[in-house]
């Protein structure tokens, strides 16, 4: 059974497709699976789909009309923009901004637009609609795709009752692809010199592999220490997000590590208050694309607790790479 990262105070909830609007809605039915009880058909066409009337560029927020008559009972997929990244993988965490509607009326039910930031979600492992793992899987970073998805492969017959949405729905979707990660994915930014001596030194390799961590044999911080190893520009975390993450942690008493995502072959993904004080209070404020090390005083950790691995009291050092803001 794989570990479980120690991290996590209970399960991060992936991203799920039934998020409509605002956090209660997003928090409520983030468990909840599309039915798929009646059997989808696998064949994907290039329409019919509604056009795009407006917000025509990449990054912009576009308006829908309605559908152009009966939907296709198949999947609907069209690239209207070819981006020139590379290919979206089954089991990446796509990036992605995007815009919902009903075929029928246009109607809106969700958006990532006004919310200021692209969705960060698994794509071809089930934990989104159907016809978003199908259509989406295959496409390249920096496209533009328009899919008309049948109930099928959708929210199926029960549809989503608080988005709105009826069990004969046929949806609409316009999705920017702006990034995706995977196991190998590291920081992006410029490294800074790491010039205290009581502070471990982080290794600034980004090729994918966990970086060394050098501990300095002398007694831990009494306080939390977290300082940029490699700077990245993107957004700043602030503490009500959630992240996107590779990280490694070691023992400061010995240097042991105790837990890795590239171990683990698997990104982490949870909100900041999912996780120790240390790290929600030594992420917060940092950049998305950024390496950061994390010393972690066991007030601020798990304290007297032993934990998978850490002995009471220990002081947790961390290297950690900020991929995505949530």
Do not use: H
Not at 33 to 39: R, V
Not at 173 to 198: E, L, R, W, Y
């Amino acid at each position: 059974m794989r570990r479980r990262s120690v991290l996590l105070a209970v399960p991060a909830g992936l991203l799920t497709l039934a998020g409509c609007g605002d956090d209660k809605t997003d928090k409520s039915s983030s468990s909840k699976t599309p039915s798929q009880s009646a059997t989808p058909s696998a064949k994907i066409v290039n329409g019919p789909l509604p056009k795009v009337t407006g917000g025509k560029k990449l990054g912009e927020k576009p308006t829908v009309a309605k559908g152009p008559g009966e939907p296709s009972k198949d999947l609907a997929v069209k690239t209207l923009i070819q981006g020139k990244g590379d290919k979206i993988t089954k089991g990446d965490f796509l990036q992605a901004d995007y815009l919902g509607q009903i075929w029928t009326t246009a109607k809106v039910f969700d958006n990532s637009y006004d919310r200021g930031k692209p969705a960060v979600f698994p794509i071809g492992v089930g934990q989104v609609i159907p016809g978003w793992d199908r259509a989406l899987v295959g496409k390249k970073i920096g496209s533009r795709v328009e899919m008309a998805i049948p109930p099928a492969l959708g929210y199926g017959p029960q549809g989503n009752p608080q988005a709105g949405i009826k069990g004969k729905d046929t949806l609409v979707f316009v999705v920017d692809i702006v990034g995706s990660f995977n196991g190998k994915s590291s920081a992006k930014g410029k490294d800074v010199p790491q010039t205290d001596a009581a502070v471990p030194k982080v290794g600034t390799d980004t090729d994918g592999k966990a970086p060394s961590i050098e501990v300095p044999k002398q007694d831990p911080p009494k306080k939390l220490v977290s300082e940029y190893v490699i700077e990245g520009d993107g957004a700043e975390v602030k503490k009500s997000d959630g992240v996107l993450v590779q990280y490694k942690g070691v023992l400061w008493d010995n240097g042991k590590e105790f837990d890795s995502t590239y171990k683990r072959g698997q990104l982490a993904q949870f909100s900041l208050q999912q996780v120790v004080k240390g790290w929600s209070q030594g992420l917060t404020g940092k950049k998305a694309g950024s390496r950061v090390v994390i010393v972690v005083p066991p007030d601020l950790g798990y304290g007297k607790q032993e934990k998978q691995g850490i002995p009471a009291n220990s002081t947790l050092v961390f290297s950690v790479d900020i991929l995505a803001v949530l």
